[in-house]
């Protein structure tokens, strides 16, 4: 079982920064493949970036060249390092984590991962 913990949302201008931080625990962390998705009030839940257990890592569209997905595997923390923050980015961030690896863009993929956060918001203000 694992167990993830987001912190680190909150609300911003546009064009502002957040770093979104994931912590793990239950489940050896080098091991995980573990992802950023968004969904917003009465829309689907959307990837955002994934990272593999070898730090691959691959990001939507939306976010391509503002938003960095990294992890530290001597803190069992993932993190999500958002800029040039839009309106459009507002929404309940969750972390998800898988155990092992896949290819292609199963790091994208919402249907890969076993676990989930609870959840935190981010609110872009224009």
């Known amino acids: 079982q694992v167990q993830l913990v987001e912190s680190g949302g909150g609300s911003v201008q546009a064009g502002g920064s957040l770093r979104l931080s994931c912590a793990a625990a239950?489940?050896?962390?080098?091991?995980?493949?573990l992802g950023w998705f968004r969904q917003e009030p009465g829309k689907e839940r959307e990837a955002v970036a994934g990272?593999?257990?070898?730090?691959?890592?691959l990001y939507a569209d939306a976010v391509k060249g503002r938003f960095i997905i990294s992890r530290d595997n001597a803190t069992n923390t993932l993190y999500l390092e958002m800029t040039s923050l839009k309106p459009e980015d507002s929404a309940i961030y969750s972390c998800?984590?898988?155990?092992?690896?896949?290819?292609?863009?199963?790091?994208?993929?919402?249907?890969?991962?076993?676990?989930w956060g609870q959840g935190t918001q981010v609110t872009v203000s224009s």
């Open positions: 998800a984590a898988a155990i092992g690896s896949s290819g292609g863009n199963s790091l994208l993929s919402s249907e890969f991962y076993t676990y």
């Open positions: 239950g489940y050896r962390f080098t091991s995980l493949s």
């Open positions: 990272i593999s257990p070898y730090s691959r890592s």
